[in-house]
C-alpha cells in the first residue's frame, strides 16, 4: 500500500506543477496533455521499486509508455494555440470568482486522483512474477487492437480536419465509418487489456480500474461529453448518428446507409 500512496504522491505533484503552467498561460487544458503522463510516472515507479521486472513487467511498461507518449504528443500538438478547450472554459465560467486557485484541485487534483485509481493494475501487472500465460497473450492482442483503433483514429481525424475541403463536414471514413468514436474505444481495449494482464499475474480485485476507465470513456469525459454539443454546431452530425455506432464498431445501420454525410 506504500508503494501505491507514494505513486499518488508523486502523480499529484507533477499534477501541481502542471497547475502552475497552466496558470502561466492561462489555459488549463494544458491538463489533457499530462493525463497519459501520470499513467507513465506510476509504472515507472511500480518499476524502479521492484528489483527485477519479468518479461511481463518489461512489456507492460513499453505498452503503457507507447500509449502515454504518443497519446500526450497528439494531444499538445492538436492544441498547440488553440486556446483553452470549451469543456474548460465551461467549468471556469461555473467556477469563478476563484477558478485559478480551483483548478488546482477541480481539474488537476481530481485527474491525478482519477489516473492514480486506473493504473491500480499496474503495479501487480508490472512486479508479478508469475510466469506468462495464454491470458497475458490476449492482453497482448487487445492492446494493439485498442492502440491501432485509438492512434488510427486520431490519426485519420487530423488529417480529415487538415484538409479545407473537409470544413463543416462530418468524419464517417476509415474507423470512423463503424464507430463514432474509435479513438475513445481504443483507450477502453488498452486499459482493459492491462487489467487482463493484471488478472493474469493473479490481481482480479483491480477490476474497478478498468471499469472506472469505462465509466468515464462512456459518461463524463468522453462519449457523452462530446456529443452533448456535436450535433448542435455539426448538423450533419444527427445522421452520422443514425447509421454508425455510438462506441463499439460494427456495421453500418440501415437507415441512411446509401448517404454520406461527409461527402
Known amino acids: 500500500m506504500s508503494i501505491y500512496l507514494t505513486a499518488l504522491a508523486l502523480i499529484l505533484l507533477v499534477g501541481a506543477a502542471a497547475w502552475v503552467v497552466s496558470v502561466l498561460i492561462r489555459d488549463v487544458s494544458f491538463v489533457d496533455s499530462i493525463w497519459s503522463l501520470f499513467f507513465l510516472l506510476a509504472a515507472v515507479f511500480f518499476a524502479v521499486s521492484f528489483e527485477q521486472l519479468s518479461f511481463r513487467g518489461q512489456l507492460v511498461l513499453v505498452l503503457v509508455a507507447v500509449w502515454a507518449l504518443r497519446l500526450s504528443l497528439h494531444i499538445t500538438v492538436r492544441n498547440w494555440g488553440e486556446g483553452e478547450d470549451y469543456r474548460y472554459q ?7 470568482p476563484g477558478f485559478t486557485v480551483k483548478s488546482l484541485y477541480l481539474v488537476f487534483g481530481l485527474q491525478g486522483l482519477l489516473a492514480w485509481i486506473v493504473a491500480a493494475p499496474l503495479y501487480p501487472a508490472i512486479t508479478s512474477t508469475i510466469a506468462f500465460g495464454p491470458l497475458d497473450a490476449a492482453a497482448g492482442v487487445l492492446w494493439l487492437t485498442g492502440f491501432i483503433f485509438e492512434a488510427g483514429g486520431d490519426y485519420q481525424l487530423a488529417k480529415f480536419k487538415a484538409d479545407p475541403a473537409n470544413k463543416g463536414k462530418v468524419m464517417d471514413r476509415g474507423l470512423w465509418r463503424y464507430t463514432r468514436h ?16 493484471a488478472l493474469s499475474a493473479g490481481a482480479w480485485w483491480t477490476i474497478f480500474a478498468p471499469l472506472l476507465m469505462s465509466v468515464l470513456l462512456l459518461k463524463v469525459s468522453g462519449v457523452a461529453t462530446l456529443e452533448k454539443t456535436i450535433a448542435d454546431r455539426r448538423p450533419k452530425y444527427a445522421d452520422y448518428i443514425n447509421r454508425t455506432n455510438a462506441f463499439f464498431p460494427g456495421p453500418l445501420k440501415k437507415f441512411g446507409q446509401t448517404q454520406r454525410s461527409g461527402s
Open 90 to 96: 465551461s467549468i471556469r465560467a461555473n467556477n469563478e
Open 182 to 197: 474509435p479513438n475513445y474505444f481504443g483507450d477502453f481495449c488498452v486499459w482493459w487489456a492491462f487489467y487482463l494482464f
